[in-house]
């Protein structure tokens, strides 16, 4: 066996040059993996501009948050899988786009969850439940699995005694509903009609209690009753509405209602983990690339070749 053949360096070029190869013959091969169809529904209303969660050190909103957790998520996804996306505000949720493959439709995918924003909310208060409802009912004969996130704050709160009726939709739709924000409540920011930042929400500038339909309480029970003009009393209610936290509790109980699991947002992470439930995967054979295999062997072999050159 001549010199040549003996030095190692020359079968390095040699495995470089077959993997190379068999990069451009085999790019791709079939494969089968779970494939994901999210239509990810988010809350846009004022309370989701709380800043409890923390990103590079710096104290960032629920609404940049959730934003930034599903830009990383869109990047995980494997090719084939699909995501719609929608906003809630007030009483109802509305579709900005349907599923559209993850790969092929990055670019628009991406680019639009980075523009979501409050200001694109068409009314101030929100009813959680009836915005579920809503989304369970428009997407109920969907083949995509409904990601509800919210921080299940209601404003203002809802009478109990016109509590949304999910009996005609439990179980005719797969998804989750995800928690957001943290469990200390903190307040909320007020912005200005330009969208300044003008301070926080005091107890004066929020209603605390509903004053929708009929009291559940006895009229010689509520102070300052009138059956025309003031239903509900007329002493003014002291609460705690002008501040925010994850109405974990609640939101426990809408999942069981719709017939939807829960999880709560704290990273990337627990997110990822949460929606690769199996009952929300598809197994489906796919071209998966391959490229970068043979790519990487090839940069291993070509570094052999020069790593004593390197230490020389």
């Known amino acids: 066996?001549?010199?040549?053949?003996?030095?190692?360096?020359?079968?390095?070029?040699?495995?470089?040059?077959?993997?190379?190869?068999?990069?451009?013959?085999?790019?791709?091969?079939?494969q089968k993996m779970p494939i994901y169809n999210y239509t990810f529904i988010i809350d846009i209303t004022r309370s989701m501009n709380a800043t409890d969660y923390q990103q590079d050190n710096q104290a960032v909103s629920r609404l940049q948050f959730v934003k930034k957790t599903l830009r990383e998520l869109l990047r995980n996804l494997p090719c084939e899988s699909k995501v719609g996306l929608g906003l809630f505000t007030e009483r109802r949720s509305t579709l900005l786009f349907e599923p559209l493959e993850v790969c092929s439709a990055y670019t628009e995918i991406d680019t639009a969850i980075d523009k979501i924003d409050w200001r694109m909310a068409w009314a101030a208060d929100s009813n959680i439940a009836k915005g579920l409802l809503s989304t369970l009912n428009m997407l109920k004969k969907s083949d995509s699995s409904v990601i509800f996130i919210t921080d299940g704050q209601e404003a203002p709160p809802v009478n109990p005694s016109y509590q949304a009726d999910f009996s005609t939709v439990n179980g005719q739709a797969k998804g989750m509903i995800i928690g957001v924000g943290g469990l200390q409540a903190v307040p909320i920011p007020k912005f200005d009609s330009v969208g300044k930042p003008i301070g926080f929400y005091t107890q004066d500038d929020v209603p605390h209690s509903s004053s929708f339909g009929q009291s559940n309480l006895d009229p010689s029970q509520i102070k300052g009753y009138n059956a025309r003009n003031a239903p509900f009393g007329?002493?003014?209610?002291?609460?705690?509405?002008?501040?925010?936290?994850?109405h974990e509790t609640y939101l426990e109980k809408l999942s069981s209602e719709s017939g939807l699991a829960y999880s709560r947002l704290t990273d990337l992470e627990s997110l990822s983990l949460a929606l690769k439930n199996p009952k929300?995967?598809?197994?489906k054979v796919v071209q998966t690339d391959m490229r970068w295999l043979p790519a990487f062997l090839a940069l291993l072999m070509l570094s052999l070749v020069y790593l004593p050159r390197i230490y020389k």
């Open 1 to 30: 066996m001549s010199h040549t053949l003996k030095d190692y360096r020359t079968w390095c070029l040699l495995i470089a040059f077959i993997a190379m190869l068999m990069l451009f013959m085999y790019p791709s091969k079939q």
């Open 234 to 246: 007329s002493v003014a209610v002291i609460g705690n509405e002008h501040l925010t936290a994850l």
């Open 280 to 283: 929300l995967a598809t197994l």
